[in-house]
């Protein structure tokens, strides 16, 4: 191939992810006992994230987070009785039968929407329609096959993608401003006045609860 003779073909494509979990000056999350660093960590770069260096990060942060968690556990240690519980009550929620042509048409319908709605470039009614695939994907989810240990494993993993991009979305059409590396077509200025903040996103009961942390 000589690119002198034949052009290059050049063409964007997902690179990073823009967000993680919320966490405190110790890593910590608001889930206990759960601790984040490096690119699964949010709020550290603001709207520039691309610009941050993922290897220095995971290093400084992961160091935090590690001595943090090892702390937790030596204190706290395992309680497995908890841990069976919590497995048993996830293995409840899914009474359906095996349908993996259902689940494949599910992936593909998320990995269209982030595609189509939720990529470089966003506006309004295509991350509401993003909001709505997803959310949908969720509900369908828990009747999905449970028959053997990786099939469960499988569908809560899609579970997890479908309520993650529901919330994304959601958190895409608040921002109604382009900022760093987050751009809408609908509002292409940055907005200093109303939109200085961060976004912080949790699910509940299905649906997104929005709150925002000033900067």
């Known amino acids: ?3 002198l003779e034949k052009p290059l073909m050049i063409l964007p494509a997902a690179h990073t992810f823009l967000g993680g979990a919320y966490v405190n ?3 910590e999350t608001t889930l206990q006992g759960l601790y984040a660093a490096g690119e699964a960590m949010g709020g550290l770069h603001g709207a520039n994230r691309i610009g941050g260096c993922a290897g220095a990060e995971t290093f400084v ?3 935090i987070a590690g001595k943090n968690a090892s702390g937790y556990a030596a204190v706290n240690g395992l309680d497995l009785n908890k841990a069976d519980t919590v497995v048993r009550q996830v293995l409840s929620s899914y009474s359906g039968t095996a349908n993996s042509q259902a689940e494949a048409e ?3 319908k998320l990995q269209s929407v982030l595609s ?6 966003r506006d309004g009614a295509g991350c509401s329609v993003a909001s709505k695939a997803a959310k949908e994907i969720c509900f369908q989810v828990p009747t999905m096959d449970k028959s053997a240990p990786e099939l469960l494993w499988k569908s809560k993993q899609l579970e997890n993608k479908a309520m993650l ?5 959601d958190a895409s059409v608040y921002r109604k ?3 760093g590396v987050f751009f809408r077509s609908d509002y292409p200025e940055p907005d200093n006045q109303n939109c200085l903040f961060s976004v912080l996103a949790k699910d509940v009961n299905g649906s997104t609860c929005i709150r ?3 900067r």
């Open 106 to 108: 599910a992936e593909d």
């Open 1 to 3: 191939y000589d690119p």
């Open 61 to 63: 942060f992961g160091a």
């Open 177 to 179: 401003e382009s900022r």
């Open 25 to 27: 000056e110790f890593c």
């Open 212 to 214: 925002t942390l000033k």
């Open 165 to 169: 991009i529901h919330m994304i979305a």
């Open 116 to 121: 189509s709605s939720l990529s470089l470039i």
